[in-house]
Structures are given as C-alpha cells and as structure tokens.
C-alpha cells in the first residue's frame, strides 16, 4: 500500500505522478465520481503527451543532478 501512495503522488523533482510516467495513465482509485465518455486520447496524442512528459522528467531530473553536485 506504501509503495501504491508513493506511486500516485506528485513527485516533488519532477511535478508528476510516477504512475503517468511510467504508464502514461493514473490508476483508478474508486474515488473519481465522474468520468467523460468522450474524452480519450488518441494513440497519436497519447505518444505526444509521453514523450514531452519524458523530456520534462528528464530535464527536472537533470537540474536537480546538478543541484545535488
């Protein structure tokens, strides 16, 4: 359950969940009370989206490497 929290928590270097990270989605909780039909994403979109969240991790991930140096 600790490891589940840590997961779907804001990430203080990177400003992002480390389930849509790596996933590219956030997990269901249960506790979300309305969903829109309509609004998935498109296979395109979703790789847009992946890759500009891996060039944002990567550079506060960076910045903190030299922070840390």
Known sequence: MAKFTCNNWIHSVTGKFLFFINLGCYPDTGREVERS?????????????????????????????????
């Open 37 to 69: 039909e309509g609004n998935t994403l498109l296979v395109d979109t979703f790789l847009e989206v992946m890759e500009r969240t891996k060039r944002e991790v990567k550079m506060a991930l960076e910045k903190t490497n030299e922070v840390m140096e």
